[in-house]
């Protein structure tokens, strides 16, 4: 049986949102700061399911960016919302953190 070597990347959970926001919108951001860690469990349907969500925020490198939709296999699109004003449905833990008062928006004192 032939030996399977991957190599490894350790990323942080800054340096894995930019990789990833850059992979499936092409957006560079910065800034970028851990919110808040969920642990859900959804024990309905067919088999349950278990999300470790990490909500992190950021900001864009140049503001003028545009979302690309680099993985429509996976994705019909992107959009920016209003934090009041979300389309519906959202996924899970995000719907179940709003629903609880979250809000990631910071406001000025």
Known sequence: MPLIHAETVWENFE????REVKEETGLEIAGTELLT???????????PLHYVTIFMRSRLVNPDQVPQNL???KCDGWDWFEWDNLPQPLFWPLEKMVNDGFNPIPTSS
């Open 15 to 18: 340096e894995c949102a930019a």
């Open 37 to 47: 860690v969920t642990n859900n469990l959804f024990d309905e349907g067919l088999r």
């Open 71 to 73: 993985e429509p296999e």
